[in-house]
């Protein structure tokens, strides 16, 4: 399984999830994922099946703030005020 920085998973109702960014575009989605071992840092993930480590932009930090954006703006408030 590919690896990826704790940083880059984030759990939200117990599940977990990573961000892509979509390409060609400035917006990120979230997936969910199967996680695996944790050592050093790092968190084994298991894509879904459409995806690949090598088609996906895997946002690798910063996702927890992206969570919270993305379910902010989810509810119609505004992060910045």
Known sequence: LPSLPEDAV???????YIFIKEPGENTFRQ???????????FVEVELPDDRSVQN??????????????????????????
């Open 10 to 16: 984030v759990n939200f109702e117990d599940k977990n």
């Open 31 to 41: 997936i969910a994922v199967t996680t695996g071992v944790r050592e050093n840092g």
């Open 56 to 81: 996906t932009s895997v946002v690798l930090k910063g996702a927890y703030k992206l969570l919270s954006k993305m379910k902010n703006s989810e509810l119609g408030e505004d992060p910045g005020h």
